[in-house]
Nanobody, 124 residues
Framework: QVQLVESGGGLVQAGGSLRLSCAASGRTFSTYAMGWFRQAPGKEREFVAAIIWHGGATYYSDSVKGRFTISGDGAKNMVYLQMNSLKPEDTAVYSC?????????????????WGQGTQVTVSS
């Protein structure tokens, strides 16, 4: 079992920045990757970014590439999402997730554990 708790969401003006944190506990040593997903009202859940623990490779959706940065601290079991140049269309509930197996990191169904999410609202 892995428990995930997100924090750092809030209200920010367009062009601003936020840093989301995800604290992991439990069987974190066996996870393969961590991802961030988001879901806006009335829309499907969307892949945002992912990081592979071994090697540190990172992946981003086209919509956030160049603006968001995912990072991790294995010693602290933390994953972060630095979000810069925020846009109103970034407004959503952001959730972190953990997966045990390799494969396309953008596939939400391949993640076994999810946090409760944190709201990010970007005003225009």
């Amino acid at each position: 079992q892995v428990q995930l708790v997100e924090s750092g969401g809030g209200l920010v003006q367009a062009g601003g920045s936020l840093r989301l944190s995800c604290a992991a506990s439990g069987r974190t040593f066996s996870t393969y990757a961590m991802g961030w997903f988001r879901q806006a009202p009335g829309k499907e859940r969307e892949f945002v970014a992912a990081i592979i623990w071994h090697g540190g490779a990172t992946y981003y959706s086209d919509s956030v590439k160049g603006r968001f940065t995912i990072s991790g601290d294995g010693a602290k079991n933390m994953v972060y999402l630095q979000m810069n140049s925020l846009k109103p269309e970034d407004t959503a509930v952001y959730s972190c997730a953990a997966r045990y197996y390799s494969g396309p990191v953008s596939v939400a169904n391949d993640y076994s554990y999810w946090g409760q999410g944190t709201q990010v609202t970007v005003s225009s």
